[in-house]
């Protein structure tokens, strides 16, 4: 049975008495298994299955939790155990006790939102800064139900904040007229699961009652969901998790629930598990050496429970950031262990970037997960399409990938403008910018199809002359295409700039230089000041230009990665090939990890690279003065070298080339035991 495998500690929380137990389940010590066991001591002891509450954070959890429990009882009995995560069971209860539900995603609730929000004028003040969008204020409110139970929307505002406060009683109004459209159908969200449950809870029926609830990550906790545990009618609870370990501050997560857990339970029953089972005495110091500078909730002290010889953690110091990224990629490739035992564990997806650009230069295949991959972020996308489309003229998907940044052009009339110009370049849109064919009008009209939707596009021949004061050059002024009325001063600005590219590339060969003439060009230009204006502007439609600017920088980052990784290859046909074969390797299948912090959690590795230890990436200034702490910076750093079972690099780089700033080394390193000077 599961008990006959515990150590004490293990054993002494898995059969505590029935009453308010918390279990500090530090990184390693086997947490998963003393909560199977403690679920095996409850039915071994006469409560039944149906009296047994789990709620954990993912249903990978849950589901991995009760298979274990199957392999010491009868599928019928663990089948009615109650488990799954907070909203799961939420749902499960609400319909078992008959309350009517219609589960809405947050995305089609925000159209009910948009109708409600349109209805309210804003224009009337005069508060200095716009109101929040509906997409905004939807999101806003839904922390506000995770993070506080007892003031009103309009008072929690007030407390987080102050400019938007002449907007307030607006907003409030909106969030009650919502609430009231939603009752009115039916229509729930997954906060309103939880809130809904509780309701139901404090009427005091009995209809719910368990004997025992199993909480997992009892750290990351959200105020809601504390209060949804308050709420059942229940003596027993049995919480497990560690405060070293709570990092979702950012999502609602309330590290007070577990801190206080004492004091709001008279008879509280306190059991650490004290023996680590994966790393090795010196990773595991190490971690303890920087944890122990945050302060001490509950006392703990790990103790190594794995013997024989392990490397000690070592420092890696590079000159440059990404000399930074090559060498670590290069260090891995001479690794004795297999792919899937390494991990490269990162706080910010620059980082990444960095990273995967390098092990794919070694034809590495890695795997990203916790933030997208490199080679699917647009802006790298449009540098490939452009150089395919130099490559192959042919490549309409390519072309309209590129054009439907165009204004005025888009996504549908970018297809019409490819077929086109292949009619005009006879199936060679080089040709076509350079040789065009003389048609009087190259596009072609749609058939009439009433049934489909479809009538008649008739396309005006429009004068040549609105462009004559653009500076265009004669050859590309007498190109039929622009004869469209459809094309406006933008769009043909947009197409002039493909033009010089393909233009100035004339003979070029290596992929370096076709990497630079794209990166260089008008095009990339005006891509780069859309996508960067998009990731700056806000959720309340206002574009915040430090957001805007750091965009920007990003995408010169990722064009100059991409360029590093094009040195190393003679002939453009190799270099895409290479690219387009393996980009789609990166994020799935086999191979290295690559994966932020909080992806990371609840995994363990070999083999652990921690990268980019430098003051204001990791600790991230930035996120510590939006809300963050160096408490939970340094708790996300006890959570990366935790995930390592034997051997552990940390790095940094004193120089990033792209943005031309010194870095210094993090104060963890410090902290650490590392002299970095």
């Not at 192959?392 to 990938?401: R, T």
């Not at 970018?414 to 065009?436: N, V, Y």
């Not at 690219?579 to 070999?606: D, P, Y």
Request: with cysteine; glycine share 6%; charged share 30%.
């Amino acid at each position: 049975m599961p008990l006959s495998r515990l150590n004490p500690e293990q054993l002494s929380a898995a059969t505590a008495p029935f009453g308010h137990n918390l279990i500090i389940a530090s990184a390693g010590t086997g947490k998963t298994s003393t909560i199977v066991a403690r679920i095996a001591h409850l039915l071994q002891n006469g409560v039944k299955p149906e009296e047994i509450l789990l709620l954990t954070f993912t249903n990978k959890a849950a589901n991995e939790m009760i298979e274990r429990v199957a392999r010491f009882f009868d599928n019928e009995t663990v089948k009615r155990i109650e488990s799954g995560t907070f909203h799961a069971i939420s749902y499960k209860l609400l319909k078992k006790i008959g309350k009517k539900i219609i589960l809405k995603q947050p995305k089609e609730l925000k159209v009910l939102l948009k109708a409600i929000h349109a209805k309210r004028r804003f224009d009337h003040i005069d508060a200095g800064v716009r109101a929040y969008q509906y997409s905004y204020l939807y999101d806003i409110f839904s922390l506000y139900q995770n993070s506080e139970v007892e003031l009103s929307f309009s008072e929690w505002l007030k407390k987080n904040d102050s400019e938007h406060s002449a907007y307030f009683d607006i907003y409030e109004d909106i969030m009650e007229e919502f609430k009231e459209e939603k009752r009115a159908f039916g229509y729930v969200d997954f906060n309103d699961l939880l809130t809904l449950l509780r309701d139901e809870l404090a009427k005091d029926e009995g209809a719910i009652f368990f004997k025992e609830i199993l909480i997992d990550e009892y750290q990351d906790t959200n105020t809601l969901q504390g209060s949804l545990i308050k709420a059942f009618k229940c003596s027993s609870i049995f919480c497990v998790g560690d405060y070293d370990q709570s990092i979702y501050a950012f999502n609602g997560a309330n590290i007070k629930i577990i801190g206080t857990f004492k004091e709001r339970y008279a008879d509280a029953n306190i059991f650490t598990l004290d023996k680590n089972y994966r790393s090795s005495q010196m990773i595991l110091s190490l971690a303890n050496r920087v944890i122990e500078k945050n302060p001490r909730l509950y006392p703990k002290e790990l103790k190594v429970t794995r013997s024989g010889e392990f490397e000690t953690p070592k420092l890696l110091e590079y000159s440059e950031l990404f000399e930074q990224y090559q060498a670590i990629s290069d260090k891995i490739s001479h690794s004795p262990s297999a792919p899937h035992e390494i991990a490269v564990i990162f706080r910010n997806n620059s980082s990444a970037d960095g990273i995967e650009a390098s092990l794919r230069e070694l034809g590495i295949k890695c795997k990203r997960k916790g933030s997208s991959s490199f080679f699917d972020s647009r802006e790298v996308k449009a540098i490939l399409d452009m150089m395919s489309l130099f490559v192959n003229p042919k490549d309409m998907m390519a072309f309209i990938h590129i054009f439907e940044y165009a204004k005025g052009v888009g996504a549908a009339f970018s297809k019409e403008l490819f077929d086109a110009l292949l009619l005009i370049g006879e199936g060679d849109i080089k040709k076509a910018f350079f040789e065009p064919k003389d048609v009087e009008n190259p596009f072609k009209k749609r058939v009439k199809n009433s049934q489909l939707g479809l009538f008649d596009d008739i396309h005006e021949v429009g004068s040549v002359g609105r462009f004559y004061s653009l500076g265009f050059d004669e050859n590309f002024l007498a190109n039929p295409i622009l004869k469209n009325s459809k094309i406006n001063e933008e769009g043909a600005r947009f197409i002039y700039g493909f033009y010089r590219f393909l233009k100035e590339c004339r003979g070029v060969k290596l992929p370096s230089s076709l990497v630079e003439h794209a990166v260089n060009s008008s095009v990339f230009e005006e891509i780069t000041n859309i996508l960067s204006k998009k990731r700056g502007t806000l959720k309340d439609g206002n574009v915040d230009k430090k957001l805007v600017d750091e965009a920007r920088e990003r995408i010169k980052r990722k064009a100059c990665l991409l360029k590093d990784l094009s040195k190393n290859y003679k002939d453009i046909y190799g270099f895409l090939n290479a690219l387009t074969l393996g980009s789609g390797e990166m994020s799935e299948g086999e191979g290295i990890n690559l994966l932020s912090i909080h992806a990371s959690k609840g995994l363990e590795f070999k083999e652990v690279y921690i990268v980019d230890l430098m003051d204001g990436r990791f600790p991230n200034r930035k996120l510590m003065s939006m809300g963050g702490s160096l408490e939970e910076e340094r708790r996300l750093f006890y959570v990366a070298t935790t995930r390592a079972k034997d051997r552990l690099f940390l790095s940094f780089a004193r120089y990033d080339r792209v943005k031309k700033i010194d870095y210094v080394p993090s104060q963890f390193l410090d902290e650490a035991g590392f002299k970095a000077v």
